[in-house]
């Protein structure tokens, strides 16, 4: 057993926390009795529950800041899709490692995951002890194609196969569909056929940009993306959509219907110039809002305080009112919708009972002092360096600059020469 | 003399730069010869300019985090306004040693300061090395009134007096009226007149929000803010004018023909409902556009790394264009654009005879790599943890995580105990 003492969290100060195995065994404002074996003081700092990443490509990294300042279509064929056909397995793997340092050191302790080589991607967040929620996404372009043919299908089952519920249930494997521009009706139905089938979640993307939006009206009688997935059964099995910057009002209560999930990047929005989505409209139209950081290409950090803090900042700006959106709201967004959008039920909050998914925010840094309320110095002060501590299932993977299941300098030089000899 | 090797700037590779007192001497792609003090490598780092935060309340740090997610008058009238009433030069002392400590280490070298007690902000930043220009601000409501017999001004000019081109001109003494609505058409004359008889530059709020733009129309038979201190001969003084987020298009030309600097707070601006200023525009326009932090009562730091992230980030998601603002322009607004707005010629880039005011910046933190290009790595993918050193007229102020002009253990402690006793 572990405890934390001096414990503040958004409830309240001056708390203990006890850790048995991978649970959050008891909180309580008296010193627990028992044997510990290792007592943290947690003076100084806010206690939260981990970060989610609700949408990333996390081998991205290797095309971090790659392409920059480009309009969207020269950003994609000139840069992003000639690079990934250089992708390997190896730099999948390389990439997803120093995306799982990024993400641990930022306090995320779990994310959720498109993208190819999959598997390499499982590896990494096996080793590392992270949680993720992870797929190899479904595209299909010829209406006469079943995907039950189709190689990328194959690579879905196998990933599932192999990888769904491994390591105690921190690897979880969705299944997905890219988007409606990048399918058929005929590979849509059929995905979620599968998903259905198996029990699983699904993963798309959703409305990222009008023309996206437009033209998907255009081929389907007038019909949203939402509309679409929603007639194929896309949403039958439990949702992440990704981006949705561009719903419309009707497509709301199909959301919401489905519990569908919107993985708000609000950072990969504006700097690819999607839009703003209308985050307090969702939430106030009962759909549970998480957040994402999308690939390293389009953002450039895995950084969901970033995130936190550029939504928050966002829609107070573009609505003039400062009080749309709350401290309380971003942080909810950042953790407990994200856990509830990867089907993870017992995370994503601080309570007896529930994983020991948690982090500690130095609220003590120079940016930070003053600290009257920690609930919003961690939202509009603190930054990915004030993590002092990250711990998934009740293992300590990052402490004061200290990675305990990787070993950094590797990592780190593994990435280097992959990066400068990736194009050659 | 002091060397520094293995240079990256925005200009190229591999370079040597020399800096001589308080001047870079020579930047060469050769190894100059000659005896050096020190030799600094700077392999895995950006060499940028220092960074100009240009508009902000410095001692405002005391109400970091106070007032959050509310309507700004009632941030105003219900915490700001009662928690100013307190002031003391003590507690603008102490927290603007504070403010000094985040900004040299966040890679800032001089700010432009606008509050109470400018006096306790000046002693300050002489202690820590900074530059800054400061300055009393003159608010007048009684149109019977000339400033002459006001206290405000008295404490302005004994300011001047004291303070203007102290430390080998590192200090600079500002006039300033505090806005158009707080002032009446009698003060911002005769302050304008004060300020071209001293060859003072002038600071002011100016069209911040719509609200203040369209009730100085109301008052001033049509003229907004802009033309209103155009016709008053306030921008006849070299003017950083901060915030205009609703400028009109017909005071884009009287900005441009007196040389007036607009001062950008796009993370005030969102967070207090202010709006987006258009800062495409205005540079196109040939406005000279530079950035600032505001105080940290509504931003909540002082980290012009986050404005630049910010800015370049925002401009790029309104105007669904995201090549509509560079790397390269938000750059340059927190470089030479703040120098330039404070009047210090042979300052904000990295030339030789230029003041050695300058940073580097750790491209190979987890969050930078791969660095394709080391200035998208700084605007996209760094913060202000990864600033390495900051040096201010030849002088290094900071270098891995030591301050050398300040003892940032007692900073932090005398700021806490203020804090924690503010209110009493």
Redesign the interface.
Known sequence: MLLFTNVTTQAGKDLYVTVDGAYIKSITSERPAGNFERIIDCKDTLMLPGLYNTHTHAAM??F???G?????QR?LTERIFPAEEKLTAQSVYTASM?AA??MI??GIVSFTDMYMFPEETARAVAETGMKANLCRPILSFDPDESIKDSERLAEAMSLYNEWHNACDGRIKIDMSLHAEYTNTERSCRETAEYAKSLGANMHIHLSET?TEHEECKARHGGRTPACFMYDCGVFDSKTTAAHCVWLEDSDLPLLREKGVTVAHNP?S????????MPYRKYRDAGINVSLGTDG?AS?????VMKEMY?A???H????????????ADVLESATICGSRAQGRDDCGRLEPGCRADLILIDT?S????????PA??AV??A???DVRLTMVDGKILYENGEFMTLD?EKV?AE??YT??HYFD
């Open positions: 990294t290797l971090r800041g790659y920059e300042d480009l309009p969207l950003w120093l340092a990024e050191s930022a009008k950072v929005n504006l700097k690819l110039g999607s839009g703003v390293a953002n450039n950090t895995l950084d550029v928050a900042l966002i107070k700006g573009t609505s003039l009112a400062p009080d749309s959106v709350t401290a003590d120079i940016n930070n002092i003053p600290s009257y309320d919003y110095t509009y002060s930054n990915r360096s950094i780190k990435m280097r990066c400068a």
